[in-house]
């Protein structure tokens, strides 16, 4: 945005160097002011094969009878993750069961996202590929139904966080040791899914306490936020620094690490704005 011969940038949800379905983030030449996200960043992402991981997910609990519900954000996680069960199904590495994309929003997205496919790395065949992989589900009565099926099956389904949505889905599942569970996303502190990762045994949903008896895990390095070594090599693409950059978007000890990293590494000026401050630029 450019004002007067001045520019800021907002950095929104910087994407990952090598994302599977996205490109990667735009290169930047210069901006007067940066406002950059930092939700990862004092971390970094684990240098695991996410498809592999869900793999072996879904293998081990079609094996044992049980159904695999994926929470996932509507945008852009629910479609990566249609796209690796696509691929393991297509090179036989996993059984063809049933696979349920349960979030108005979800299918919404999907359908843009298969409308656009100059936005990102898969080809027309492969989006539609992907849609017909699933079995979309657009009311409540359809959802509430794929829930009495007898056999293993995949439900993708928002939230990410397990916060809202078709949750009942985690009512009928979660007490099933057969069943796993599968975060595939950053679990903000206090939702339903970071109490779930952190291994509590019962949760609320709709009023009542809900025994966890279905396997929880992460998939790990699925997430779309590049994590700080990602951030710095996105900035050294700049050809000159910035005045000053606005360090937003996490949890205080993340954006910390992340402005004495910047300030570190390349010796630009950093600044974490607190709630409802004001800056003149």
């Known amino acids: 945005m450019k004002h007067h011969n001045r520019s800021i940038l907002f950095s929104g949800d910087l994407g990952r160097l090598h994302d599977p379905v996205m490109y990667p983030p735009a290169i930047v030449q210069s901006t007067d002011y940066l406002v950059l ?4 960043g004092n971390r970094l992402h684990e240098a695991i094969n996410p498809i592999d991981q869900l793999s072996e997910v879904i293998n081990k609990t079609a094996k044992r009878g049980g159904s695999v519900i994926i929470p996932a954000f509507a945008v852009g996680r629910a479609q990566s993750i249609l796209y690796f069960i696509y691929q393991l199904k297509k090179a036989n590495k996993i059984p063809d069961i049933p696979v349920f994309l349960d979030s108005p929003m979800a299918i919404s997205a999907t359908k843009t996202f298969c409308h656009y496919t100059n936005e990102h790395k898969l080809s027309k065949q492969q989006c539609f590929d992907i849609c017909a992989g699933a079995t979309y589900i657009n009311t409540v009565e359809e959802s509430k139904a794929i829930d009495n099926y ?18 009942h889905h985690m009512k009928q599942f979660a007490q099933d040791y057969r069943n796993t569970i599968l975060f595939t996303g950053y679990q903000v502190g206090g939702t339903r899914g970071a109490r779930m990762v952190n291994g509590e045994s019962e949760v609320k949903i709709h009023g009542h306490m809900i025994p966890i008896r279905a396997e929880v895990i992460e998939l790990s390095n699925t997430s779309a936020h590049a994590d700080y070594q990602e951030i710095l090599a996105w900035l050294k693409k700049f050809t000159k620094p910035p005045v000053k950059i606005f360090i937003t978007h996490d949890e205080p000890e993340a954006a910390q690490s992340l402005k004495n990293t910047i300030e570190k590494e390349l010796a630009w000026k950093c600044n974490i704005p607190l709630y409802l401050q004001t800056e003149e630029l």
């Open 150 to 167: 007898q056999y293993p099956i995949i439900i993708i389904s928002a939230s990410g966080m397990a916060t809202g949505g078709r949750v």
């Open 37 to 40: 996200e930092s939700t990862y």
